[in-house]
């Protein structure tokens, strides 16, 4: 996720120096930028690129600012609200597909704030479909239906939710309070439904990149699995895949842990790695000197993942693992 | 000032309906409109003819549907956000010179939410230049200077700020903490200035009409215009001229109270309401059946402040005295 931080005032810019001191050692902030004074410009060069803007401002000029440019539900960014003495962090814009309400819960517990929220779902303690997609990492195959789940779960109707075996640990008890929900072994994707209007939500593919130093242990492979899962609030049922390079295809502690989730553990030859181009990987000078290569997480999972496939989970260390993770 | 409540979900209208309500009882609320469902046709019907909307909705679909509207601080309405579950309401557009700030306390306490204000001045506890307009009704001769004033009361520095000597009532400790005052007799305008910006506040002329009873008593006069001027959040001071018909122009009651307050009162001739015309003035079928008239207090208030005036306080009774103020 790309962050671009905008403040005006100088108590603003404490603000934003506070946020931007936290999200850099945040996993899923893969790029963190900070503006200043200018924000219609800081708007013209964000708005289409970010995935989120945190304006710390007077609310009508970030309104005004963003009027030019909004779209899209499905497609605008998340917009946050912060006002010059971090009273409030309000949701503005992109609550669900854009993650602006998770995000607000996020820096208000970052800076103190009271989280300001008003999607009818989130306020009457209801799951919104588009919320689930955005949570589990899946494509709304039909947008313009989500109004009408939505606004059954506010009325109090239950929609039915189809959801397939492998998912069954999305169902908790708040899901049961939103849905009908029926379990399913045909197919791979989620339905939700409410008077002949469906929803269907198709799953991206998850792809976690694991290195290791030699001889790892089980349970500290298991450790960094487990961290990084619940740093991108998803279980670990939830990765479709794990990859690793071929000089640690016989590692105990990662093949042991991978095989217990159920799962495959695809091997990435390190040449493939060598001649590997991508932007978003970063290098590691230790295993560039050691292994002639740039890195070993972060590659293998955009390998595994191919094409157009995106970090959400930047390289991050636990104990002698390292974990990255991409979708697609 | 004219109002439209627009909602989508039941739970919303409910809302709607409670401000709707305990607003159409408000004297400075002189028109008021409920809206359901379809948000964009309600925005485009209401953003250039209404003075406020409040949108009982999630923050994106009031957002997405004003977007192609918003022009100006000084022209755009006061937009209002309030959740489904009326947690908090929100000032989302033209805080200061729409008055949304102002407005979004008022709304709270009648639902029971928390206010959300985001402005700069607001939350640092200053008087913005342009809040002392709105509240006292002066009219900002240069409004692209405003920003400099904000700015340096944010960060913690004093503009100066000129005040006749007619107007010393407006100093409070607040003001006093936002600006160095200096009192002024030469001219009729406030002047504040910050590192040679200055902005310029001339009056709007503010005219009380004033019916009443036979032989009514001077302390219910008092209690009429201290009531009506507390509803308008201002004092009696401010308002400039007081109006009534020639029939109560020897009523004791009435004169001895305009002449405590320093002011002048207007005598309107009976001939010349019967022959005005216009469509703010409300009837009365018992002053039409009395004197043949439609009302005292609204035309006569309108008369005085003479073409394009506009009410903001419609005609209310007080025991035996009826009071309709106006601005131009």
């Not at 899209?72 to 597909?97: E, R």
């Not at 230790?286 to 390998?303: A, H, N, R």
Request: aromatic share 6%; with cysteine; hydrophobic share 35%.
């Amino acid at each position: 996720m790309k962050i671009a931080i905008i403040s005006i005032t100088t108590q603003g810019k404490n603000i934003s120096d506070k946020i931007y001191e936290q999200l850099i050692k945040d996993p899923t902030i893969l790029h963190i930028q900070q503006y200043h004074k200018n924000v219609k410009q800081a708007i013209k060069e964000t708005f289409n690129t970010y995935d989120c803007i945190i304006a710390i401002m007077a609310s009508g000029i970030i309104i005004r600012s963003i009027a030019p440019y909004v779209n899209s539900k499905l497609t605008d960014p998340a917009v946050l609200l912060i006002d010059d003495n971090a009273n409030y962090t309000i949701s503005l814009l992109s609550g669900h597909m854009g993650g602006a309400n998770n995000l607000t819960h996020k820096i208000s517990q970052l800076i103190g704030s009271t989280s300001v929220i008003t999607t009818s779902t989130d306020v009457n303690q209801k799951q919104g479909i588009d919320e689930i997609a955005r949570k589990y990492y899946f494509n709304l195959e039909n947008p313009e239906n989500i109004k009408y789940i939505n606004r059954a779960l506010v009325d109090n109707r239950k929609p039915t939710l189809q959801i397939p075996t492998k998912y069954t640990y999305l169902i908790d008890d708040e899901l049961k309070d939103s849905y009908e929900i029926k379990q399913d072994n045909t197919n791979d994707t989620l339905i939700a439904t409410i008077d002949n209007h469906s929803v269907i939500l198709t799953p991206q593919n998850l792809v976690m990149g694991i290195g290791a130093r030699r001889d790892i242990a089980q349970s500290k492979v298991e450790h960094a699995i487990n961290t990084a899962c619940q740093i991108l609030e998803i279980p670990p049922q939830r990765i479709d895949e794990f990859a690793t390079v071929d000089i640690k295809q016989n590692e105990e502690g990662i093949i042991k842990t991978v095989e217990n989730l159920g799962k495959q553990i695809q091997i990435v030859p390190r040449d493939t790695i060598e001649t590997y181009k991508n932007e978003q990987c970063s290098k590691s000078d230790f295993v560039m000197k050691q292994f002639g290569i740039k890195g070993v997480c972060e590659p293998t999972s955009l390998i595994i993942n191919g094409e157009n496939s995106e970090l959400i989970f930047k390289k991050t260390a636990y104990d002698g693992v390292t974990i990255a993770v991409s979708k697609k």
